[in-house]
């Protein structure tokens, strides 16, 4: 019989997916919905492109006719109202019933919007989607002063893209240092740095109490927790995501932070499988659930619920060390599995723009943040990946070259 497939979404997960069931599956049904009225495109350029530095072109991944050609429809602009896993049917707002064999769900999030006065006004920007970095682009190239909110790695994307165009930006951080769980204040001063040479000025605890209108309701400022006032006729915010789950209430799939799934990417019902960011996992490194958004983390998460729908049966988990990098700076940054999540942490700075910090959690590495030298990033995502105990031997960690035979003598001593 033929198998159909129904995927909601159309980010890297879903569209992994959707490539992976046409694979496995030559004969399939294979629906992919999504309420965007684009398809895939590279959300890691999309940064570029509100710098000015890239054009639209490169940043398109796959148009209409790639769906086309492989047999799988495409359904732009679609949104779900909910979906019936009883009758396996997902309704949309059309009003069509579309009836699946498995379902995977990977619509992702939202960005969260600050519970603060007028914090809906007119040039305040969020960054998720391409759409919203063509508005940022247009925005911050016609303003002269900004303020950015969000302390972490789309914030700096914002802080980036604001010094890359020109405008005067305060980017106000709620601790006392740019991805506080991460980064120690010796990795942090390196970013912050690096900041003031774009031209955007870190400002530490602090934060937005309201934003300033002008009668249009235009955003024209923002006033800290502290008093402070800053001209902003540009704001950028991102504080995290909203999971687009509403449509799930009353499924029955089981959500704890995201959409709970197993190391197959399937949740607690039978033939409905999620991906992406919107998932908490089970994580075979870690020994226990996690989250990860990482474009490589969703794209292989698509891939393996897609193996697992296909063959119908438990045969590939996931098991997958991400990092993220930044290249705003003259010296590159890096972050790779959990950095945030250690019970202790090692590190050292090299020089003034060269520093390593590593988590640890029962004697195993299982993420770090490098910058400067990213050349230890191969050995330490195999320490990882393999769950080597480095009980005693962190010095070994922290040499700029780490000397894996080094580490496995001092094991069997």
């Known amino acids: ?69 492989r047999g799988i429809e495409l359904r732009l602009n679609t949104h779900v109202l909910r979906i019936d896993p009883d009758d396996h049917v997902v309704r949309t707002h059309e009003g069509d019933d579309l009836s699946y064999d498995k379902l995977l769900i990977a619509t992702g999030g939202t960005p969260t919007q600050l519970p603060v006065p007028n914090s809906d006004a007119e040039g305040i920007h969020h960054f998720w989607t391409f759409q919203d970095a063509r508005k940022i682009r247009e925005h911050a190239e016609e303003a002269d002063t900004g303020v950015v909110i969000g302390a972490g790695l789309l914030g700096i994307d914002l802080a980036a893209i604001s010094g890359a165009q020109g405008v005067d930006a305060h980017y106000l951080m709620r601790g006392n240092r740019w991805w506080r769980y991460a980064l120690s204040l010796d990795g942090a001063e390196i970013i ?94 870690l020994g226990e659930y996690a989250q990860n958004g990482s474009w490589g983390s969703a794209k292989e998460q698509g891939k393996t619920a897609a193996t697992n729908m296909a063959a119908d049966d438990e045969v590939d988990a996931f098991r997958w060390v991400s990092s993220y990098s930044i290249t705003h700076f003259d010296f590159p940054f890096l972050s790779f599995g959990h950095p945030t999540i250690g019970d202790e942490y090692v590190e050292r700075k090299y020089s003034d723009t060269e520093w390593r910090r590593l988590a640890l959690k029962d004697g195993k590495v299982i993420g770090g943040v490098l910058i400067g030298d990213l050349a230890p990033q191969t050995r330490l995502k195999k320490l990882m990946r393999e769950e080597t105990s480095v009980e005693g031997q962190t010095d070994v960690l922290l040499e700029e070259e780490i000397d894996l035979d080094q580490l496995a003598v001092s094991q069997e001593q």
């Open 1 to 69: 019989m033929t198998q159909s497939y129904v995927i909601i979404g159309d980010g890297i997960s879903g569209s992994s997916a959707a490539e992976t069931l046409r694979e496995k599956d030559p004969d399939a049904e294979i629906t992919v919905v999504t309420d965007e009225g684009e398809p895939l495109y590279n959300r890691i350029l999309i940064k570029e492109f509100a710098k000015g530095k890239l054009p639209e072109a490169p940043i398109s991944i796959h148009d209409e006719e790639w769906y086309a050609d």
């Open 192 to 285: 912050h740095e690096g900041l003031r040479e774009k031209g955007v000025t870190p400002v530490f605890d602090s934060g937005v109490d309201r934003f300033e209108v002008d009668d249009e309701g235009h955003v024209t400022g923002a006033i800290d927790p502290n008093g402070e006032h800053y001209d902003a006729e540009f704001v950028g915010v991102a504080i995290g995501l909203d999971f687009n789950t509403e449509y799930l209430r009353g499924s029955g799939i089981e959500q704890e932070e995201g959409i709970l799934v197993d190391e197959y990417m399937q949740t607690n019902l039978d033939d409905v499988y999620a991906a992406g960011d919107l998932t908490r996992f089970y994580d075979t490194i």
